[in-house]
């Protein structure tokens, strides 16, 4: 009998090696803190797409607009950490957002775990057709001759730091008016009920080439391969120094695995090789940039410092 029970208990003690889920075996859902269309769920579906297709599960994009990031986030960071649960965000809330607020709801570096940088971006100035204004000089004049009469809108943290940093910088007054994505503002742009905004490329290029809205400059350090013949703000407004970009990268819930954020790392960083992929990224002036898991946690929090220093030299006082 002793014999018999022994040989029974055998499989029971094997189980839960058997039993151990592999990943993904079930849907994987993205989180998006902009509404459909801006630039960050463009990307998000790019990525999605391929993971769906290569992993045999769906990807769902989620897109949790508003409240400066704080819903989506909050989201992630509250989930269970296994996986299924990614934030497809942008430096808005792992880079602005707390140079902005006293307090968040989540905390950007305890509350995740970094998966992988994407990306970096950057910005155009774009304006109203009908504004007779054709360059950052010609902004900058006006706007110091009129106080007050210019505002500009932003749909992210980012958008609206680079027109608070124009506005420090160019000494100018001018209002800012917050959107929940940008792509809300430049429709207000292009149907003049606002003058101009800092917005994305991906949002902002094919308005440009379609002749909707005028293009004034980019706002990073160097001109960009997408639109060789548009200064930056630096150069065009006389102001050195001025200088912002953009970032996209995915962050798992604080406690998933490693294995699982390495195996999400290899995946993100191999759909980011594919040739197509990375021409489409290009075509927004969005330069593919990744590293481990590890980099992008030593990139967020200085990132975290850069955008506070920003914050401060624009004169912000956070909310």
Same mark, same amino acid.
């Given at each position: 009998?002793?014999?018999?029970?022994?040989?029974?208990?055998?499989?029971?003690?094997?189980?839960?090696?058997?039993?151990?889920? !592999?990943?993904?075996?079930?849907?994987? !859902?993205?989180?998006?803190?902009?509404?459909?269309?801006?630039?960050?769920?463009?990307?998000?579906?790019?990525?999605?797409?391929?993971?769906?297709?290569?992993?045999? +599960?769906?990807?769902?994009?989620?897109? !949790?607009?508003? =409240?400066?990031?704080?819903?989506?986030?909050?989201?992630?960071?509250r989930a269970r950490?296994?996986?299924?649960?990614?934030?497809?965000?942008?430096?808005?809330?792992?880079?602005?957002?707390?140079?902005?607020?006293?307090?968040?709801?989540?905390?950007?570096? &305890?509350?995740?775990?970094?998966?992988?940088?994407?990306?970096?971006?950057?910005?155009?100035?774009?304006?109203?057709?009908?504004?007779?204004?054709?360059?950052?000089?010609?902004?900058?004049?006006?706007g110091r001759a009129?106080?007050? &009469?210019?505002?500009?809108?932003?749909?992210?943290?980012?958008?609206?730091?680079?027109?608070?940093?124009?506005?420090?910088?160019?000494?100018?007054?001018?209002?800012?008016?917050?959107? !929940?994505?940008?792509?809300?503002?430049?429709?207000?742009?292009?149907?003049?009920?606002?003058?101009?905004?800092?917005?994305?490329?991906?949002?902002?290029?094919?308005?440009?080439?379609?002749?909707?809205?005028?293009?004034?400059?980019?706002t990073a350090g =160097?001109?960009?391969?997408?639109?060789?013949?548009?200064?930056?703000? =630096?150069?065009?407004?006389?102001?050195?120094?001025?200088?912002?970009?953009?970032?996209?990268?995915?962050?798992?819930?604080?406690?998933?695995?490693?294995?699982?954020?390495? +195996?999400?790392?290899? &995946?993100?960083?191999?759909?980011?090789?594919?040739?197509?992929?990375?021409?489409?990224?290009?075509?927004?002036?969005?330069?593919?940039?990744?590293?481990?898991?590890?980099?992008?946690?030593?990139?967020?929090?200085?990132?975290?410092? &850069?955008?506070?220093?920003?914050?401060? +030299?624009?004169?912000? +006082?956070?909310?």
């Amino acid at each position: 009998m002793i014999a018999r029970r022994s040989l029974f208990a055998l499989p029971l003690l094997a189980t839960p090696a058997f039993a151990q889920e !592999r990943y993904p075996s079930r849907p994987i !859902r993205f989180i998006v803190p902009f509404a459909a269309g801006a630039a960050t769920d463009l990307r998000a579906r790019i990525f999605a797409e391929r993971m769906a297709q290569d992993w045999g +599960q769906p990807v769902v994009v989620d897109n !949790r607009g508003g =409240a400066n990031g704080f819903i989506a986030a909050e989201a992630v960071a509250r989930a269970r950490g296994d996986g299924y649960t990614l934030l497809f965000t942008s430096n808005t809330t792992h880079g602005s957002n707390p140079a902005l607020f006293r307090r968040l709801p989540y905390d950007p570096i &305890k509350d995740f775990e970094p998966v992988a940088l994407l990306g970096v971006s950057t910005m155009l100035v774009v304006v109203n057709n009908n504004l007779g204004i054709r360059s950052i000089a010609e902004l900058i004049a006006y706007g110091r001759a009129n106080p007050g &009469k210019l505002s500009f809108g932003s749909g992210s943290q980012s958008s609206r730091m680079a027109g608070e940093m124009f506005k420090a910088m160019a000494g100018i007054d001018m209002e800012n008016v917050s959107y !929940r994505a940008n792509p809300q503002a430049i429709t207000d742009v292009i149907s003049g009920t606002l003058p101009l905004m800092f917005c994305d490329t991906t949002t902002a290029i094919p308005q440009v080439r379609e002749g909707r809205v005028r293009a004034l400059a980019v706002t990073a350090g =160097a001109r960009i391969s997408a639109m060789p013949d548009l200064p930056t703000v =630096a150069e065009a407004g006389n102001l050195p120094g001025y200088e912002l970009g953009t970032w996209t990268a995915v962050y798992a819930t604080a406690g998933t695995p490693r294995e699982i954020v390495d +195996q999400l790392n290899a &995946k993100l960083r191999e759909i980011l090789a594919l040739p197509a992929v990375a021409e489409r990224l290009r075509a927004d002036a969005t330069e593919p940039l990744t590293g481990s898991p590890d980099h992008l946690r030593d990139f967020t929090l200085a990132e975290i410092e &850069k955008w506070t220093r920003v914050a401060r +030299q624009a004169g912000i +006082q956070p909310e």
